[in-house]
């Protein structure tokens, strides 16, 4: 089964609107969850590291006021995209390292369209 | 030079063939290495860790080459839903007690399509 499970899997909203991805560790704590977007036939790009606690950290030219992001416990954290558009479309995932082995788990994924 | 680079590809191989893939890292404090899979429009997914000495699962093996940086992923007798695009991940480092990580790259991934 799933070992982090994201929601919603896709969702479609109209400019300017905010949507929130929620994204779940189900199989052990992760103090860390990364979260990242993928344009199509492009690879992984990595945009905050998601801290339990604190503050996440976000990648250079990934603007934090809008992508939003809230590591409340040690199983869930959130991404906000606000006030969307449509070049903000795109699917966005997110992952958890295990402890210790440092496997890194991904979410479904969420696929976002702006209209 | 990238931290993490692989061969785009793409790797057009019929059933049956042997197929390999390597991915060169920049940073020799390098500690931790995956290989994941990919398929269209889904998420990642862990396909083998790669291991010092090597390691095998099933059709797959693994290598770590430390003196040349470099991992590599060598698939035996392919099969129509190996088709997929292969990421390497390399990580630098953790701390003693496993409790926090050092950065995490991903390549490019490398596109591999097997046909009948």
């Known amino acids: 089964g799933a070992v982090v499970s994201q929601h919603p899997s896709r969702v479609i909203c109209k400019s300017g609107t905010s949507v929130k991805i929620e994204c779940r560790s189900l199989?052990?704590?992760?103090?860390?969850m990364f979260w990242y977007r993928q344009f199509p036939k492009q690879s992984l790009m990595l945009m905050a590291t998601?801290?339990?606690?604190?503050?996440?950290?976000?990648e250079q030219g990934v603007e934090k006021d809008k992508f939003l992001i809230n590591h409340a416990s040690l199983t869930l954290s959130t991404l906000t995209v606000t006030s969307a558009h449509p070049e903000d479309s795109s699917f966005y995932i997110c992952?958890?390292?295990?402890?210790?082995?440092?496997?890194?788990?991904f979410g479904e994924g969420s696929r976002l369209t702006v209209l | 030079r990238k931290e993490v680079e692989q061969d785009p590809g793409p790797f057009n191989v019929p059933e049956g063939a042997t197929v390999a893939f390597n991915c060169t890292y920049s940073?020799?404090?390098?500690?931790?290495f995956f290989w994941y899979r990919q398929d269209c429009r889904k998420e990642p997914k862990l396909l083998m860790s790669?291991?010092?000495s090597g390691n095998e699962d099933g059709r797959f093996t693994a290598q770590l080459n430390r003196a040349s940086q470099y991992i590599s992923l060598l698939i035996r007798d392919s099969k129509l839903s190996d088709s997929a695009t292969y990421l390497c991940?390399?990580?630098?480092?953790?701390?003693?007690?496993?409790?926090?990580?050092?950065?995490?790259?991903f390549g490019q991934g490398t596109i591999l399509t097997v046909h009948p």
């Open positions: 992952s958890a390292r295990r402890p210790f082995t440092g496997e890194l788990f």
């Open positions: 199989d052990f704590q992760a103090t860390t």
């Open positions: 998601s801290n339990e606690g604190s503050k996440a950290t976000y």
């Open positions: 940073n020799s404090a390098s500690q931790s």
């Open positions: 790669v291991y010092s």
């Open positions: 991940v390399v990580i630098m480092g953790t701390n003693a007690g496993g409790t926090s990580y050092g950065k995490l790259t």
